[in-house]
């Protein structure tokens, strides 16, 4: 239900400023708390900023997927754990 209402201000945010504005600045929060938790996890990782971009935008991906139903929730959660697991190893 909650994806439901999330995609239904996503198109919503189309037509209205207001509503675009703000998710472009949850989405920006969200990007920073990833990029936080890289720098703390993975302090060699170069560019925590765009790693967090990827791995959001893959996690978004895999969730239409599977709201759409053309991705199950398992594979949807294969395509996330593979993503996660391209991160550079700590030395």
Do not use: K, N
Request: glycine residues 6%; hydrophobic residues 45%; contains cysteine.
């Amino acid at each position: 239900m909650g994806t439901s209402i999330y995609y239904s201000y996503l198109a919503a945010s189309v037509a209205d400023p207001w509503i675009r504005d703000t998710l472009a600045e949850a989405r920006a929060g969200l990007l920073e708390r990833v990029a936080d938790c890289l720098r703390a996890q993975y302090p060699d990782v170069e560019d925590p900023v765009a790693w967090a971009r990827r791995l959001v935008m893959v996690a978004e991906g895999a969730t239409e997927g599977v709201f759409l139903g053309w991705l199950s929730p398992e594979d949807a959660r294969a395509v996330i754990t593979s993503a996660l697991e391209e991160l550079p190893r700590q030395t």
